[in-house]
């Protein structure tokens, strides 16, 4: 019988459930576990690293334990931490998880044009036998992308296409007009490095292209705001030994951040669910 859309590939009792931390507790850590919820995934939410407990609608979960430092993670016998909180999350609590846990989740990834941060992960990493996760985030074919860059890559450029409001309260706003805007305006055009470190909030999948393909100063980017556009937009090419890639995808805004994508929660869902799946895809 063909197993039915959506249904989770979780372990069926041969091993305990995976038991999850996350770093921040926004829109994304918060829709995450809603899905897994819905999904009846196979995974525990032991703890969350926040400043402040969180409060109100935004109350963890019953015996959800609270973090408020990296070294809360200890001895909490987790499996999997996720960022999913800020670039400034990414090494204090990156460092503690990758010896407290099998895999850290980095959701943040323009932390990484830090010099040496992400060295600095690896060595960590390398030293305790765990592993340090890229989610896929709002893109589609990154892993075509990175089978591809087994063989010389010549360019890879990504065009990030999103309407004018996701682009407030970003540096968008001192480049052009965004209440003025009657067709589409590419705003910048730059490495995925400096797309990332001007862009944080919007341009963080950036850095996901340059990990797969040619990295952060050979990857060229273009951010664009259409008024005209309902969702989140990413056009990736490549071009190398092994022949052409040219994939578009356009996503739906995260209902809470329309900086976000709803992929983003989803690829988290993937790679969350993939640690105790038989069938990994």
Avoid: Y
Avoid at 21 to 34: D, M
């Amino acid at each position: 019988m063909q197993e039915p859309r959506g249904t989770p590939r979780t372990q069926s009792g041969s091993r305990p459930p995976l038991r999850l931390a996350f770093v921040g507790w926004g829109a994304i850590a918060r829709r995450t576990i809603q899905l897994l919820a819905a999904r009846a995934s196979d995974v525990v939410l032991v703890g969350v690293g926040t400043r402040e407990k969180p409060t109100g609608g935004a109350a963890l979960p019953a015996g959800t334990v609270w973090m408020p430092e990296p070294r809360a993670l200890t001895d909490l016998g987790l499996d999997m931490v996720v960022e999913a909180a800020s670039r400034a999350a990414v090494e204090p609590w990156g460092t503690v998880a990758l010896r407290q846990a099998q895999s850290f989740a980095v959701s943040s990834t323009s932390a990484f044009c830090e010099p040496g941060l992400l060295d600095r992960l690896v060595s960590v990493a390398d030293t305790h036998g765990s592993q340090i996760l890229v989610p896929t985030g709002a893109l589609a074919a990154v892993d075509a992308l990175a089978a591809a860059a087994v063989l010389p890559l010549e360019t890879v450029t990504h065009r990030i296409v999103k309407p004018p409001v996701a682009w407030v309260d970003t540096p968008a706003e001192t480049l052009i007009d965004l209440d003025a805007l009657t067709q589409p305006t590419v705003f910048f055009e730059g490495s995925a490095r400096e797309a990332a470190r001007r862009f944080p909030a919007n341009a963080n999948v950036a850095v996901i292209t340059a990990l797969a393909g040619i990295g952060l100063d050979r990857t060229r980017i273009e951010l664009v705001a259409d008024p005209a556009a309902t969702g989140n937009g990413h056009r990736l090419r490549a071009v190398g030994a092994f022949g052409t890639l040219d994939v578009s995808i356009e996503n739906r805004p995260l209902a809470e951040n329309p900086k976000s994508s709803e992929l983003t929660a989803l690829a988290l869902v993937r790679i969350i669910e993939n640690r105790r799946s038989s069938l990994a895809l």
